[in-house]
């Protein structure tokens, strides 16, 4: 049996059916072919989560071009050409430990210093050794704070100075 579904809107029936789409930003336009469930009675349409992958596909990529970025597969092939680890490559060129896991999860956007970098060692990886040593790149630590002292820690810290 058929999944129906019917429009919030409208209460007509929905269609699921692959139509274009738009995806717009800063002044540009990209069209996608976009699955989902579209209304027979009014303009409305619903996308699940995995539908929505392609927007969310078409607005990195059409973003990253606007913007003059890369994409998070950019990173991801850049980062390995280089022969870097996420870590090291955080520590190497900058951003933190977890920069790079969330550049190339989409999390978070390259900037476009970053971007411009990793294009030119992409270019000439050789240039990477100029930037310090691969073996010894590691993340910048938070400050570690000393555990708190609980008062059966200053009790036993007090018994053992006491003479019997």
Not at 101 to 113: H, I, N, P
């Amino acid at each position: 049996m058929d999944k129906v579904l019917r429009c919030h809107e409208c209460g007509s029936d929905m269609v699921r059916d692959t139509r274009p789409h738009d995806v717009d930003y800063k002044g540009r336009s990209v069209t996608v072919q976009q699955s989902g469930w579209y209304c027979t009675g009014c303009k409305e349409v619903v996308v699940d989560g995995t539908d929505m992958t392609v927007l969310e596909d078409a607005f990195v990529r059409l973003k990253a071009e606007v913007d003059g970025i890369l994409t998070p597969a950019e990173v991801t092939r850049i980062r390995k050409h280089l022969g870097l680890s996420q870590r090291q490559a955080g520590a190497l060129l900058g951003g933190g430990p977890r920069s790079f896991q969330k550049y190339e999860s989409g999390t978070d956007w390259v900037t476009r210093a970053m971007a411009n970098l990793l294009r030119l060692l992409d270019k000439d990886p050789s240039r990477l050794a100029e930037l310090g040593d691969i073996r010894h790149a590691r993340p910048a630590r938070t400050r570690n704070r000393p555990a708190a002292r609980t008062t059966t820690n200053r009790r036993q810290a007090g018994s053992s100075t006491r003479k019997d």
